[in-house]
Antibody, heavy 123, light 108 residues
Framework: EVQLVESGGGLVQPGGSLRLSCAVSGFAFSYNAMSWVRQAPGKGLEWVSVVSGSGGSRHYADSVKGRFTISRDNSKNTLYLQMNSLRVEDTAVYYC????????????????WGQGTLVTVSS | EIVLTQSPATLSLSPGERATLSCRASQSVSNYLAWYQQKPGQAPRLLIFDASNRATGIPARFSGSGFGTDFTLTISSLEPEDFAVYYCQQRYDWPPWTFGQGTKVEIK
């Protein structure tokens, strides 16, 4: 059974930093790209970032580019999101999501999601 | 960035009725469109990928159609557990992958 478990959320002041983790099991982690998707309270879904299976390719939404860094440790089956210079508008539930397909192409369908971790940016 | 517009915002139906949800893209996304279901307090669940392919374990009452800019998710006969919010999402042009704003299917 595929499982994704996020952790690391919490309350942080504007300008602060936070690192989210997503521990996965039940599939060959290094074969699948992984994404972070967020959802502000009462709002829709927003894709944030993706990292390829090898970790060599990373992409970001413009809203977080230069502030957030996605990474992965395939030896630990764990995905990370380092969030710096946090803003009030970054307040959201952050989900990690597994890509449907293995490999480096035809990405962007998310077939397994974690339960989410809430990040609140407030003074 | 491709904008996805879903309609209607809210659909009020009774169990057993047919639900038809629409998603329109600001430019062609070929068939690279997915549908997700989200219930309160839960993560989204993939229903349909590549416009018309059901994901693993998704009941046959869910079907998707469309190509280019106009797509439809149909639930042939609503079950009580189908009342939720539904999102479409494109993977054709990225980054970013983008989602629609959602359609809420509520009990009438």
């Amino acid at each position: 059974e595929v499982q994704l478990v996020e952790s690391g959320g919490g309350l942080v002041q504007p300008g602060g930093s936070l690192r989210l983790s997503c521990a996965v099991s039940g599939f060959a982690f290094s074969y699948n790209a992984m994404s972070w998707v967020r959802q502000a309270p009462g709002k829709g879904l927003e894709w944030v970032s993706v990292v390829s299976g090898s970790g060599g390719s990373r992409h970001y939404a413009d809203s977080v580019k230069g502030r957030f860094t996605i990474s992965r440790d395939n030896s630990k089956n764990t995905l990370y999101l380092q969030m710096n210079s946090l803003r009030v508008e970054d307040t959201a539930v952050y989900y990690c999501a597994k890509d449907l397909r293995q490999g480096e192409s035809h990405l962007g369908d998310f077939d397994n999601w974690g339960q989410g971790t809430l990040v609140t940016v407030s003074s | 960035e491709i904008v996805l517009t879903q309609s209607p915002a809210t659909l009020s139906l009774s169990p057993g009725e047919r639900a038809t949800l629409s998603c329109r893209a600001s430019q062609s996304v070929s068939n690279y469109l997915a549908w997700y279901q989200q219930k309160p307090g839960q993560a989204p669940r993939l229903l349909i990928f590549d416009a018309s392919n059901r994901a693993t374990g998704i009941p046959a009452r869910f079907s998707g159609s469309g190509f280019g800019t106009d797509f439809t998710l149909t639930i042939s006969s609503l079950e009580p557990e189908d009342f939720a919010v539904y999102y479409c999402q494109q993977r054709y042009d990225w980054p970013p992958w983008t989602f629609g704003q959602g359609t809420k299917v509520e009990i009438k």
